[in-house]
């Protein structure tokens, strides 16, 4: 039962989805509707799981006094004093969406400017590859950059049209290409689990 | 009756799926298994790990921000085990920083299981697999403050990513660890291509599983991949000669 | 210079978070914190409000849909991955998670990122009267096949597979430059947000 219960939990309840997805039956239909909820109140209900690592991390670092404990145990504080504010106060509550949107907000939206700074470091590695597939790469990328901006068509009316024939087309077409393969490849290892053949994500204890 | 609009999937997962079990039975039997092209990525992954065990630093594997409907995360576990248990056999510390609650409990189910598999069921440290946050940008921060500050030799990260992945990468870089990345997630591929030093592109991380371990299951799996490919290559001509002399049969077919 | 308390502590956060780019520092260790935590904390309360407190006290507290005690109880296996003895139970609401998951892709994922796109790339390779046409159906056809040869894994790529698979590899390589610059202009204006933030309602400089 350790293992071949939920080995059986998992074909069982995926093939019945599929067969009620997949069927034109009425009777069917509401049962691909209730394993969608079921889904969504098990994943609803299990989030707490990634809380309780949270604090476990953390808690430890700072019992065992590591170094940087501080950071740890600011972070816990925070977070448990947050859920209580929430929790207590409502969602609505003014220190509660204070403190996402003036504290929060301006960390996310800064972390997330930081990317233009990555962009130029790892486009700077990526060109200086002597080999003809980062040529390519240089050659395709700085015509579409200079093609999006203003300066593209102030050099050549060609350049932005360059720019969106190389996305409209050969872009396009390989990216179809990975998608099909990708979905391919997705739907072979699916195929693995429902007919029980991949069984490794499933503890052998 | 099939549900209109889903015959075409409906025909082509039952045909996939018999392919499947008619080729894994006949390799069990013995017969030939094919030949599988190397995939640089996965070959590097050892040398990943040699690279930290010399360094006596960890390895941080992150298993993507999919969730467990994301066939992605799924191609990113075996990946996950074949690591954690080479990191098991070098006493090598092994970093799995989640972002999905829901995915937390199976990544530490694959490492704790590949720790006992290598007969290292006590070194397995519960919290080096830790969740950081679901929300992309807060895992990205934590997984970069991991990286800073333990001095990670080597960054795997494999499955589904979102804009996250050059912020993850250029991270790696600063802190000069080896980087190994694969996703399907299209549009991500071009920032993994230009900041790791091996990607495997789309389709490649669900061909990771029969690399790492061929055994029937994994390779018969394999070959109906490259034949569901090789499908999609007849379709696309035959569907292109056929609308050439327009005759649009095999495109409206597509929809069935 | 702004006079707003709450601009202040954003350009200072601003500035603070900026501060990892030179590198590592005990001010954005705080910040790194206070992000993660905040985060963490605001998903929890939200998924409260919105999801298990309706759940419970909407579906099953008035009773009207007991159904969803099972739901609920595989949910509660999963706590038992913190015992010794019984984590095995944990493993339950993993496999129907997983179950459905793999039926997820089974059903949704074929059509449009196979089925779909194949249709797509069925582009007659004769376009009387326009050449340009012509041109970029082949492209695209040609693009599409030489990729997926490309991706064959158990296929000898000798003799013309290999140059077929080569013309792909290019493809991908056009691809992946042309979709790395086309970002960089999304990711730069939130950058210049970010700035005009700095410089405008923080300094006042009216730029």
Redesign the interface.
């Known amino acids: 039962m ?2 071949e ?3 059986a ?7 019945l ?2 067969v009620s ?5 009425p009777v069917m239909e509401p049962v691909a509707a ?21 604090t ?2 953390n808690g ?1 670092a700072v019992l065992r006094k590591s ?2 404990w501080f ?2 145990a ?10 209580i504010l ?2 207590v106060g ?2 609505g509550n003014v220190a ?1 969406t ?3 949107d ?3 907000t ?14 130029g ?3 700077y ?2 060109f200086r590859a002597k080999n003809l ?2 040529a ?10 200079i093609g ?2 203003t300066l593209g068509s102030a050099i050549s009316p060609a350049i932005p049209k360059a ?1 969106e ?31 029980g ?2 069984r ?6 | 009756m099939i549900k209109e609009g889903m015959l075409l999937t409906f025909i082509l997962e039952v045909l996939m799926g018999i392919a499947l079990l008619v080729l894994v039975s006949r390799a069990r039997a013995g017969k030939k298994i094919p030949v599988i092209h190397e995939i640089a990525g996965l070959t590097a992954l050892q040398e990943a790990v040699g690279r930290a065990t010399e360094m006596g630093t960890p390895i941080m594997f992150v298993p993507g921000k999919g969730d467990l409907a994301d066939a992605q995360t799924y191609a990113a576990l075996p990946v996950l085990d074949y690591v954690a248990k080479s990191c098991a056999e070098y006493d090598t510390r092994i970093i799995v920083p989640t972002g999905v609650a829901v995915v937390h409990p199976v990544a530490d189910a694959v490492t704790r299981q590949a720790f006992q598999a290598a007969g290292k069921g006590d070194s397995y440290r519960e919290t080096d697999v830790r969740f950081i946050n679901e929300q992309n940008w807060a895992w990205a921060a934590g997984i970069t403050g991991i990286m800073e500050r333990e001095k990670v030799a080597a960054q795997i990260l494999f499955g589904a990513f979102w804009a996250e992945s050059l912020f993850l990468a250029e991270s790696g870089n600063r802190a000069g660890a080896m980087q190994i990345a694969g996703t399907a997630s299209t549009s991500q591929i071009p920032f993994f291509v230009a900041a790791c030093d091996y990607t495997l592109i789309g389709q490649e991380i669900f061909a990771a599983s029969a690399y790492l371990n061929p055994e029937p299951s994994t390779t018969g799996g394999l070959v109906v991949q490259d034949w569901g490919k090789m499908l999609g290559l007849a379709l696309v001509i035959l569907g292109a000669i056929l609308a050439t002399f327009g005759n649009n049969t095999l495109a409206e077919f597509m929809l069935k | 210079m702004s006079n707003d308390i709450w601009v202040w502590i954003g350009a200072i956060l601003t500035l603070g978070t900026y501060s990892v780019l030179y590198k590592d520092n005990p001010v954005y260790r705080v910040l790194e914190a206070l992000f993660v935590a905040i985060l963490a904390g605001h998903s929890v309360v939200i998924n409260w409000f919105n999801f298990q407190k309706p759940t419970i006290v909407n579906r099953l507290g008035e009773g009207k849909e007991l159904i969803v005690v099972i739901p609920l109880l595989l949910a509660a296996l999963m706590y038992f991955r913190y015992s010794r003895k019984f984590a095995w139970l944990a493993r339950y609401p993993m496999a129907f998670l997983m179950g459905i998951g793999a039926a997820y892709v089974l059903t949704k994922n074929l059509k449009p990122m196979f089925l779909t796109q194949a249709r797509a790339t069925m582009l007659p390779l004769w376009v009387p009267g326009d050449f340009g046409a012509t041109i970029n159906n082949w492209v695209v056809v040609l693009g599409v096949a030489s990729v997926l040869t490309y991706f064959f894994f158990t296929v000898k790529k000798t003799g013309p597979v290999h140059g077929f698979s080569r013309i792909g590899r290019i493809y991908l390589m056009i691809a992946f430059g042309a979709l790395f610059a086309d970002t960089v202009l999304g990711r730069v204006s939130v950058t210049l947000v970010r700035f005009q933030f700095l410089l405008n309602d923080w300094l006042g400089l009216g730029i």
């Open positions: 350790k293992r219960g939920p080995i939990l998992l074909m069982i309840s995926g093939v989805y599929i997805v997949m069927l034109a039956s209730t394993l969608d909820d079921w889904y969504k109140i098990v994943v609803g209900f299990i989030n707490l799981v990634g809380i309780i690592s949270l476990q991390v430890r170094s940087g950071y740890n600011l972070l816990i504080v925070v977070l448990y004093g947050y859920i929430g929790l409502g969602v509660f204070r403190i996402y003036n504290i929060l301006p960390i996310l939206m800064t972390i997330f400017s930081t990317l233009t700074f990555w962009i470091s790892a486009a590695r990526a597939d980062a390519i790469l240089l050659v395709a990328g700085i015509v579409v950059m999006r901006v720019a024939w190389i996305l409209n087309f050969p872009t396009v077409a390989g990216m179809r290409a990975i998608e099909m393969g990708a979905a391919i490849g997705g739907i072979v290892l699916a195929l693995r689990m429902i007919t053949l991949e490794s994500f499933m503890s052998n204890d």
